[in-house]
């Protein structure tokens, strides 16, 4: 009987401190959203130091820091001395992660190198220079899985939907994307068969894949950006940035 009436009290105070917390995040959430109305907030969360409150913002995800009346905003880094690490981008790195078995694998084509034992995604725009660059760098690497999602960009490649359906319909996807981005080659397909550019298109913004390429690995860790194949080897081998 003690013991059971010292678990519902240990309980209760868990759960009044788990409502207290929400109610200050809840609070914060209102002061920053009252000083800052076109900023968007996707979450708040309360640091267990410096009294701050973690506020990430906007469509890329941004963080800023704030005390609980939201009285000072802190924009940048925040280091761990005892561990020489840097807090703040490693929340970015988890924020941004995205687990690999919920990608809409088949909505991708892929390619197979070697065995094929390793895997990644890459978020590719037909039209973006920097995509095309890295496909050279893809063709360094050995032994993996590579899906390819397509991922136009209209704002900054008009064409690029069109194309990417275009390969996307076409009857060997992988060599109508190789042709296209190696040699320019236009696909010959119809543009107008079922494909899943629109959805991909859709799944990026809602997951702020903001550009390209965007590169996902098997542990859900996210790359914005061009990376040279001896940084996509040392994420493919599980090892972390230097």
Same mark, same amino acid.
């Given at each position: 009987m003690?013991?059971?009436m010292?678990?519902l ?7 009044c401190a788990?409502?207290m ?5 809840n609070?914060?959430r ?10 968007p ?19 890329d995800?941004?963080?800023l820091y704030?005390?609980?009346k939201?009285e000072?905003?802190v924009d940048g880094?925040?280091i ?5 690490s ?5 929340r ?6 995205? /687990?690999? $078995?919920?990608l ?6 892929k #390619? %197979?190198? *070697?065995k094929?034992?390793?895997?990644? +995604? ?6 973006c ?5 890295l ?6 690497l ?11 960009i ?12 275009k ?9 109508a ?10 696909p ?7 494909n /899943?550019? $629109?959805?991909?298109v ?5 997951? #702020? %894949?903001? *550009?390209?390429?965007?590169l996902?690995? +098997? ?8 990376i040279?194949?001896a ?6 081998s ?5």
């Open positions: 003690v013991f059971r010292l678990s009290v240990c309980g209760a105070a868990l759960l788990a409502c917390a929400d109610a200050n995040e609070a914060v209102k002061a920053f959203a009252a000083k800052f109305p076109d900023m907030v996707q979450s708040v969360t309360r640091l267990p130091y410096l009294g701050l409150y973690e506020i990430v913002v906007g469509e995800g941004d963080i704030a005390d609980e939201v000072y905003l880094n925040i761990s001395t005892a561990k020489m840097n807090l703040t981008s490693e970015k790195r988890k924020l941004s992660s995205v /687990p690999f $078995d919920d809409p694998l088949d909505l991708a084509f #390619r %197979v190198k *070697g094929g034992e390793r895997k990644m +995604a890459v978020f590719s725009d037909p039209d220079p920097w995509c095309r660059k496909e050279g760098e893809l063709a360094k050995d032994n993996v899985t590579i899906y390819m999602f397509l991922y136009p209209e704002s900054l490649h008009p064409g690029a939907p069109e194309i990417s359906k390969i996307w319909c076409s009857p060997d996807r992988l060599k994307w190789d042709d296209y981005m190696n040699r320019k080659v236009v010959m397909a119809d543009a107008n068969c079922p /899943p550019v $629109d959805k991909l859709d799944y990026g913004r809602k997951k #702020r %894949v903001n *550009g390209t390429p965007a996902v690995f +098997a542990n859900g860790e996210r790359v914005g950006g061009y040279p194949a940084e996509i080897e040392k994420r493919l599980g090892r972390k940035e230097d």
